[in-house]
């Protein structure tokens, strides 16, 4: 248990339509990082929020949005959502904002299957 | 951009001998980190071992280690005595050591141990 939580596990929803996605991060952690893994793009960074501020984007589409709420955890929103959104989405935190001095711990992920 | 890759899509060994994955990376700057992570069928992400890009030691954590050649931007893993609970995807991943930005990670290897 890397004491990283995400909620739901599993969603299964239809096209166009909108999910929120929820992570908390480790007790001490302030930063929040989120991946998608799917089957064509393999894994891949999308948002970093460290202490409530996004830090960094990585190829997150516009129909995709982020935030970090002050009691540190944080929610992936996906709207319009695709087939091709259909992936396994996970957030991992760390202590601070580096991702490379600092070990990330991955949460266990929340499947998404977009029908 | 930063790019990692990894050769082998699928490697296969015996139970108790010696396997290597491969990965190498490109990348224009000095300071840096690299990355195993194992990805078992439960989908965890579990961080196997960390290379500083500026310890020209090679990171060792009890039965993996890894060869880590800068020069030529290479970076593979060694299991050994390898066991049925190495049975995983195993990703490569590259960070930049000041940036904000989340992992890069390779497209994965699937390893399977031969009992």
């Known amino acids: 248990d890397s004491g990283v939580t995400q909620t739901p596990k599993h969603l299964i929803t239809a096209t166009g339509q909108r999910v929120t996605l929820r992570c908390s991060p480790r007790?001490?952690?302030?930063?929040v990082y989120w991946y998608q893994q799917s089957l064509d793009q393999g894994l891949q960074f999308l948002i970093h929020?460290?202490?409530?501020?996004?830090?960094a984007k990585g190829n997150i589409l516009e129909r995709f949005s982020a935030q970090q709420f002050p009691d540190l955890h944080s929610e992936l929103n996906l709207s319009s959502l695709e087939l091709g959104d259909s992936a396994l989405y996970f957030c991992?935190?760390?202590?601070?904002?580096?991702?490379?001095?600092?070990?990330?711990?991955f949460g266990p992920g929340t499947r998404l299957t977009v029908l | 951009a930063q790019t990692v890759t990894q050769s082998q899509p699928e490697m296969s060994v015996q139970e108790a001998e010696t396997v290597t994955l491969s990965c190498t990376y490109d990348?224009?700057?000095?300071?840096?980190?690299l990355f195993w992570y194992k990805q078992p069928p439960s989908r965890q992400m579990i961080l196997v071992i960390r290379q500083e890009a500026y310890k020209q030691q090679n990171a060792t954590e009890n039965r993996f280690s890894v060869n880590f050649q800068k020069a030529a931007k290479s970076f593979s893993l060694k299991i050994s005595d390898s066991q049925l609970g190495d049975a995983a995807m195993y990703f490569c991943a590259y960070h930049s050591g000041g940036g904000a930005d989340g992992l890069t990670f390779g497209k994965g290897t699937h390893l399977i141990i031969q009992p």
């Open positions: 990348t224009s700057e000095s300071d840096y980190y």
């Open positions: 991992a935190s760390s202590v601070e904002g580096q991702a490379g001095r600092n070990e990330q711990f």
């Open positions: 929020y460290y202490n409530g501020e996004e830090r």
């Open positions: 007790s001490g952690d302030l930063s």
